[in-house]
């Protein structure tokens, strides 16, 4: 079985590779360039040693206990920015109970010996971190909102701080990885939690231009771990307990991500109304989305456009008219989509769930791995929801 596996890799990544190269009229510039695709499969077939920046936040957290079981990494080097020698990771993170050494960061040493590195910082780390490896050309995958935003104005005025180099977020690959072919980019911008429930949940309705755009309406709520690590006076347990509080209505950092994105399937969206409320939940997104459907569009089309749209997709699961909760999505890297069709309010409604921390942050991180090294889409990611 395990044989079965590693030629299926070879042969998937071999084509992947080789389609560029078939219309090369010299024969000899085609073997030459055949053989070098050739020698690159073989090495990307071994397991790779990986770097992760920002192990202290819940992000890197679930991140790193993923990487340690992903079926093509045999080695996960830890690092964090404040350290200033090697620390046990248990003195850090007490509850994985591992101690493993956590480095001070070094890119020298991360370009030395990975072969990839995952930054799970805050925003306005990255934007100048990565600068080394995008000089070397080594793949960089970025959990934070850095490379999201294709403008800096945009981020600046989000953000609230100076955007990375013009130059770096042109090259920056967006990672919606379920509308995302395999990619050789090397800086790939992880999309923010938000953001993905949003935009699985209308991405169908936009690219089949069902809906009328100006009528879209998200509200959506979160767990606290999607407000980090670090406690305030609104994740205090008192403040969150038996409470639910709207917080940065339309003025969340995720919604310019969303109106670009967006606005790449159809030019004509011009903005959304987005409402964001905090749960006394740990983790977990529920994005009810609303529209009104454009003239003669009926419920018929609107099922069949979900269902085209996420017929292959092995992390998307519609759900028709029954309707997903959080609770069956957290601890996988599933998102689901139930839709229902309001014929006498003439209204579309989606709600997307996904695990915060998962689909909308390390799950999703590694489906950006898996796609620039041509992995399996599936590797490494669970698929079984935390119960009860």
Not at 152 to 165: D, I, L, N, R, V
Not at 271 to 276: D, G, H, L, M, N
Request: net charge positive; proline share 6%; hydrophobic share 40%.
């Amino acid at each position: 079985m395990v044989i079965y596996e590693h030629l299926t890799h070879f042969i998937r990544i071999f084509w992947i590779k080789i389609k560029k190269i078939l219309l090369i009229r010299s024969p000899r510039c085609r073997l030459l360039a055949i053989t070098k695709i050739y020698k690159t499969c073989i090495k990307e077939m071994k397991k790779m040693k990986v770097a992760l920046i920002g192990i202290t936040g819940y992000g890197g957290m679930v991140l790193y206990q993923m990487l340690k079981t992903h079926p093509r990494i045999d080695q996960v080097d830890l690092y964090a920015r404040h350290l200033s020698g090697p620390t046990p990771l248990n003195q850090l993170v007490p509850n994985l109970f591992d101690d493993q050494p956590v480095y001070p960061y070094d890119s020298q040493k991360i370009l030395a010996n990975d072969g990839a590195v995952f930054f799970a910082t805050p925003a306005g780390v990255t934007k100048t971190a990565a600068r080394p490896y995008l000089t070397a050309h080594f793949p960089v995958i970025d959990l934070s909102g850095d490379y999201r935003l294709k403008n800096g104005a945009t981020y600046e005025k989000w953000y609230h701080q100076s955007p990375a180099a013009t130059a770096d977020l042109k090259v920056a690959h967006y990672g919606l990885t379920d509308f995302c072919d395999a990619t050789d980019e090397n800086l790939i911008a992880n999309p923010g939690c938000y953001a993905t429930a949003t935009l699985l949940g209308l991405a169908p309705l936009i690219i089949d231009q069902l809906i009328d755009l100006d009528t879209i309406v998200v509200d959506a709520k979160s767990g606290t771990s999607g407000a980090g690590k670090k406690p305030t006076s609104s994740t205090h347990f008192t403040q969150v307990n038996e409470n639910a509080q709207l917080y940065n209505v339309n003025h969340h950092k995720h919604i310019p991500e969303i109106v670009q994105q967006l606005q790449a399937w159809d030019p004509a969206v011009d903005a959304i109304q987005f409402s964001t409320t905090l749960l006394p939940i740990t983790r977990g997104i529920l994005a009810t989305i609303y529209a009104k459907p454009k003239p003669g569009v009926n419920k018929d089309q609107v099922v069949a456009t979900f269902k085209q749209t996420y017929a292959t997709d092995p992390f998307v699961r519609y759900t028709g008219e029954n309707l997903p909760t959080i609770k069956q999505v957290v601890g996988t890297n599933y998102c689901d989509l139930g839709v229902l069709f309001n014929e006498r309010a003439n209204t579309i409604m989606v709600a997307s769930v996904i695990d915060n921390l998962i689909k909308g942050a390390g799950g999703q991180a590694i489906q950006n791995f898996n796609q620039r090294f041509n992995f399996a889409p599936t590797a490494g990611l669970p698929t079984a929801p935390l119960l009860p």
